[in-house]
Nanobody
């Protein structure tokens, strides 16, 4: 019914940059908050950044000043620009969206995850 498809990620050296994208498709009326989470091996999934439909953003302290979240409402997409990457940023990154369906039901949906690996 609804699908979140992520792209980007990969392997980069410490200090480098990567960009993630996530596009939603399906029977969508609108999307409220969109967010990026990450999960490192042996750790809980954590919020990296979120952005409301109106563009208000929120960041984890660990990424403030280095990561930038943005969205394109017309394209039903959210982006994460990651600069000055550190080895501790290594994780699987997941897109999340608070979606209102055409039926007016509300669901939370997740992307499949994309690996980000930062080498020292």
């Amino acid at each position: 019914q609804v699908q979140l498809v992520e792209s980007g990620g990969g392997l980069v050296q410490a200090g480098g940059s990567l960009s993630l994208s996530c596009a939603a498709s399906g029977s969508i009326h609108s999307i409220d908050t969109m967010a990026w989470y990450r999960q490192a091996p042996g750790k809980l999934r954590e919020l990296v950044a979120s952005i409301t439909r109106g563009g208000s953003t929120n960041y984890a302290d660990s990424v403030k000043g280095r990561f930038t979240i943005s969205r394109d409402n017309a394209k039903k997409s959210v982006y994460l620009q990651m600069n000055s990457l550190k080895p501790e940023d290594t994780a699987v990154y997941y897109c999340n969206a608070d979606i209102i369906l055409i039926s007016r039901s509300r669901i939370q949906d997740w992307g499949q995850g994309t690996q980000v690996t930062v080498s020292s």
